[in-house]
């Protein structure tokens, strides 16, 4: 094998170890939930990313400081990206399994791109209306759990809800930070993202009153933390970015895809949750869907 195709494969197991990352993440969210409430939850786990990050950041990047009339942009991806994203997430999971939030977060690029659409006033094209409803059918299967009395009745998980939120604020962001990685690198602008959703989340973290408990938590739930502020925020997005460099964005994303696959298999593996042809009915519709609209143009 010679040196670049060694180099490709590396780039492509590296990838696919961080999307492996990204699913367990929703199910080390459950265990950490076990003891943390959601906002204190999505403190820690943003304080440690933020102290890893805004260092590396601070070396790596010749611009440090974002100019003042771009604060408000940052600020509101912020909100977009991590305070408002990840208490939606958190909270969602006391609800609902791994499987079911990861698989509705899969909706996530494909509502991006539609509302991308919107604000820019294009048209939506027949095909894309058609992977909409696709994606759409995907999510009613999972949040009815193949149960038409739930959509009749209206009597839907409060989790799948409350993720169902959640997605739609990352679509946003992935909509409004491209806007600023034109301004500034993405590396700076996931430090102060990072930042400005850690500034965000203290308050409604102080609300939980639970900083005097945190210490006599268990092992188990601070590594839970721990993982998904190393593994799943620092070293996913340094992963992607590198994977992006040398693959191209439409390869990378095509990763994003098996997320809740590996969601599905942590929460069996690790949970113990069964893995029913519901759930992998519901994400085989929506990657395909996800999938389809990534190759439009």
Same mark, same amino acid.
């Given at each position: ?14 990838? #696919? ?20 409430p959601p906002m204190t939850l999505t403190f820690f786990r943003f304080l440690i990313a933020t102290a890893i990050i805004l260092p590396y950041m601070w070396v790596k990047d010749d611009v440090k400081v974002p100019k003042r009339r771009d604060v ?26 791994? #499987? ?67 997605? &739609? ?89 098996? &997320? ?14 069964? &893995? ?22």
């Amino acid at each position: 094998m010679s040196e670049s195709s060694r180099d490709g494969l590396t780039t492509y197991l590296l990838m #696919a170890l961080t999307t492996a990352f990204w699913g367990g993440s929703f199910v080390a969210g459950k265990i950490a939930l076990r003891e943390f409430p959601p906002m204190t939850l999505t403190f820690f786990r943003f304080l440690i990313a933020t102290a890893i990050i805004l260092p590396y950041m601070w070396v790596k990047d010749d611009v440090k400081v974002p100019k003042r009339r771009d604060v408000p942009l940052l600020f509101g991806l912020g909100i977009l990206g991590v305070s408002g994203y990840f208490a939606c997430q958190f909270t969602s999971l006391m609800y609902t399994s791994a #499987a079911n939030s990861s698989t509705i977060n899969a909706l996530n690029p494909l509502t991006s791109s539609v509302i991308a659409i919107y604000l820019t006033d294009e048209r939506l094209s027949a095909k894309k209306v058609g992977l909409i409803f696709l994606a759409l059918s995907g999510v009613l299967l999972t949040v009815t759990g193949g149960d038409i009395g739930v959509l009749l009745n209206l009597s839907f998980n409060k989790g799948d809800l409350i993720m169902l939120v959640a997605m &739609v604020f990352f679509s946003f962001y992935g909509v409004y930070s491209k806007r600023a990685t034109v301004l500034y690198s993405p590396l700076l602008v996931t430090g102060y993202v990072f930042l400005f959703g850690l500034i965000q989340i203290t308050p409604l973290m102080l609300m939980e009153d639970v900083l005097g408990d945190v210490l006599s938590y268990s092992f188990e739930a601070w590594a839970s933390i721990v993982f998904m502020a190393i593994c799943s925020s620092v070293l996913g997005y340094l992963i992607q970015q590198i994977t992006i460099k040398k693959l191209g964005v439409n390869k990378t994303s095509l990763f994003i895809n098996l &997320v809740p696959l590996f969601a599905i298999l942590f929460a069996y593996l690790v949970l113990g949750d069964p &893995v029913t042809i519901i759930n992998l009915a519901s994400a085989a519709i929506i990657i395909t869907a996800v999938f389809l609209n990534s190759r439009l143009r």
